[in-house]
């Protein structure tokens, strides 16, 4: 596995030193022409509005992606105790995926261990120290230099010191690990009788949003619990955002409630692709995921998915849709600066 | 009608002053004891991330609401050319709700008018004058009164001065005008074959987020595309609100897709109850309402809803089911105020 390269990083070295720190909401960065062409799609609309101070610092510019259309794979995949066998069933689906032309393939949270806090610290492994050490981001670098494709590697348990951390690896087609995002909100949720789960027991929070340049876009990742806060997803698209990747393994109780709905709420919130993979549902196993991996377009609609059984939902992705979305409801260009604003602490901080 | 009362407001004195501005976004006000209590919700959960910094000045604490079980009435009105119809039709349909038991009764948006731009001139009232200048509010306060109950008046044409606004109007049952909302996201929609529509040719967008203090508890107020903007839901569930309404008239387009979705998602997100209220359809007006007048729960649930038909919704609103989900999920104490800020302009320039 080689280096990590080519994340698109607001650089975390200012935010670790936690100062203070004073700015002027009101102020803009945006260029005189960049402001006009912002205005000029909103008709009768004052600029007293500000709607480019809705984001702080504004939203950058949607970058044209390398490609328009491509096709996405979302491998709902059966978990065992087997970490071996989970490696190597991985591995097949994500094959078979890119014989059937998938260039993105997903994988589900928590992939080569069953879910559960009992499981994190045996099934952890040290992705930063790579080979032996954690051969399932191994066998991950590896199919994805071989078939050419980008993968966004669901999530394992991360072993880091002393701390474990629930963590995304995203590899691009050359197998370089271009970006690992760390679950950062955990999933500490508790309704009498349902369902009860601490994942602060055992894990530790990650400390940055990650979003990453891919050749098939700009990809921002959030892990399950994460897409409930709608404000990762809003950073994300201000970030320039294409897609939006949630491996997530919702419940049998919030699963039919929420997991679908929150998918087409960042969706059509946000005017972007959210695609999300969960692990096959094993009604015998300690945590019982929901499943319904799912595609969702920029308009909320749901493009793609799948019951609870294994399966892989293929489908395609076309980017033009963002740009058409955006221009039926100029959501953007709507917004009201001048009675709130969502600011982007790091993005701020490295300005 | 009385004079306006009551109003949560956070005065917008300052606010249209548009001085320049600076704080520190670290800065917290709470007290001492209030964050020991909000950090001890989360066990494992570093105070480095800062959840009471996810909304700048911090959220106000849910405060226990005048009652916690209600009667709701959504009247989804027919609206015709005919004004005078169309208020002694919604005076019926109040008196019949509140017969039936409901001490929040919920209007349409533009129910004493046709849904156009070419009408909303013609149908507009002087609200502040009252009086004969404002036959639609005359009613709502006077059957407010009568009926000894709170009305969410949907919405009608507010002509104030040279312009020209979508406006909510709220009463006590002491029929006093508790709030006004003017509509503060215009609906300009372009969908090319489907549906086009700028509000902004005839109307002024509103200056001021409402929410206002009731006798059935703190509501936030949003007109129809308002409910698109996630920002204005996150700010009134920050202000303390149990509740939000929005009257709102989504088309045959947007409305399968987006109507119920976007209710589900703000209900989600910010742990409250959500109602709407739409006209009934009218196949063969200009504009065709989608209907589906609903109230949503604060875990996303749909408690009751209606198809397209002129029909009033009765349900029930129990607000322990707030603070429960609350409890189950404590995503405000989960937030991470050291990634992410929403700012709440005018409150924070009332400090």
Same mark, same amino acid.
């Given at each position: 596995?080689?280096?990590?390269?080519?994340?698109?990083?607001?650089?975390?070295?200012?935010?670790?030193?936690?100062?203070?720190?004073?700015?002027?909401?009101?102020?803009?960065?945006?260029?005189?022409?960049?402001?006009?062409?912002?205005?000029?799609?909103? *008709?009768?609309?004052?600029?007293?509005?500000? @709607?480019?101070? =809705?984001?702080?610092?504004? %939203?950058?510019?949607? $970058?044209? /992606?390398?490609?328009?259309?491509?096709?996405?794979?979302?491998?709902?995949?059966?978990?065992?105790?087997?970490?071996?066998?989970?490696?190597?069933?991985?591995?097949?689906?994500?094959?078979?995926?890119?014989?059937?032309?998938?260039?993105?393939?997903?994988?589900?949270?928590?992939?080569? *261990?069953?879910?559960?806090?009992?499981?994190? @610290?045996?099934? =952890?492994?040290?992705?930063? %120290?790579?080979?032996? $050490?954690? /051969?399932?981001?191994?066998?991950?670098?590896?199919?994805?230099?071989?078939?050419?494709?980008?993968?966004?590697?669901?999530?394992?348990?991360?072993?880091?010191?002393?701390?474990?951390?629930?963590?995304?690896?995203?590899?691009?087609?050359?197998?370089?690990?271009?970006?690992?995002?760390?679950?950062?909100?955990?999933?500490?949720?508790?309704?009498?009788?349902?369902?009860?789960?601490?994942?602060?027991?055992?894990?530790?929070?990650?400390?940055?949003?990650?979003?990453?340049?891919?050749?098939?876009?700009?990809?921002?990742?959030?892990?399950?619990?994460?897409?409930?806060?709608?404000?990762?997803?809003?950073?994300?698209?201000?970030?320039?955002?294409?897609?939006?990747?949630?491996?997530?393994?919702?419940?049998?109780?919030?699963?039919?409630?929420?997991?679908?709905?929150?998918?087409?709420?960042?969706?059509?919130?946000?005017?972007?692709?959210?695609?999300?993979?969960?692990?096959?549902?094993?009604?015998?196993?300690?945590?019982?995921?929901?499943?319904?991996?799912?595609?969702?377009?920029?308009?909320?609609?749901?493009?793609?998915?799948?019951?609870?059984?294994?399966?892989?939902?293929?489908?395609?992705?076309?980017?033009?849709?963002?740009?058409?979305?955006?221009?039926?409801?100029?959501?953007?260009?709507?917004?009201?600066?001048?009675?709130?604003?969502?600011?982007?602490?790091?993005?701020?901080?490295?300005?």
């Amino acid at each position: 596995m080689k280096a990590a390269a080519g994340l698109v990083q607001f650089s975390s070295t200012f935010h670790s030193k936690n100062h203070l720190l004073f700015f002027n909401p009101f102020s803009s960065t945006l260029s005189e022409p960049l402001k006009k062409r912002l205005y000029s799609k909103v *008709s009768g609309m004052a600029s007293s509005f500000k @709607p480019e101070q =809705a984001r702080v610092p504004p %939203a950058i510019e949607l $970058a044209k /992606p390398p490609l328009t259309k491509y096709k996405i794979a979302l491998c709902q995949l059966s978990v065992t105790k087997d970490k071996e066998r989970n490696i190597a069933h991985a591995r097949k689906a994500i094959e078979e995926a890119a014989g059937k032309g998938a260039q993105l393939v997903v994988l589900p949270e928590i992939w080569n *261990s069953p879910y559960s806090n009992d499981s994190f @610290p045996v099934y =952890a492994e040290d992705i930063d %120290a790579g080979g032996d $050490a954690s /051969p399932s981001t191994g066998m991950l670098s590896e199919a994805a230099q071989r078939l050419q494709i980008t993968i966004v590697g669901g999530s394992i348990p991360e072993r880091y010191g002393e701390r474990l951390y629930n963590t995304c690896c995203v590899f691009g087609k050359d197998g370089v690990l271009r970006a690992k995002h760390r679950k950062l909100h955990l999933f500490d949720i508790d309704i009498p009788g349902q369902i009860t789960f601490k994942e602060s027991k055992t894990l530790t929070a990650g400390e940055n949003p990650t979003i990453v340049d891919t050749d098939v876009g700009r990809i921002g990742i959030g892990i399950c619990y994460d897409i409930r806060f709608e404000e990762l997803a809003m950073l994300y698209a201000a970030r320039g955002a294409h897609l939006l990747c949630y491996p997530g393994a919702f419940n049998m109780t919030t699963g039919p409630l929420h997991w679908e709905l929150l998918q087409r709420a960042r969706a059509t919130d946000n005017q972007l692709f959210v695609a999300t993979c969960s692990p096959a549902r094993d009604p015998r196993g300690g945590y019982v995921a929901w499943g319904h991996s799912t595609l969702v377009g920029p308009f909320g609609e749901v493009l793609a998915t799948t019951e609870h059984d294994e399966a892989t939902v293929i489908a395609e992705v076309d980017y033009s849709q963002v740009e058409l979305r955006r221009t039926n409801l100029p959501l953007a260009c709507q917004k009201r600066g001048d009675l709130y604003q969502l600011v982007d602490i790091q993005r701020l901080n490295c300005q």
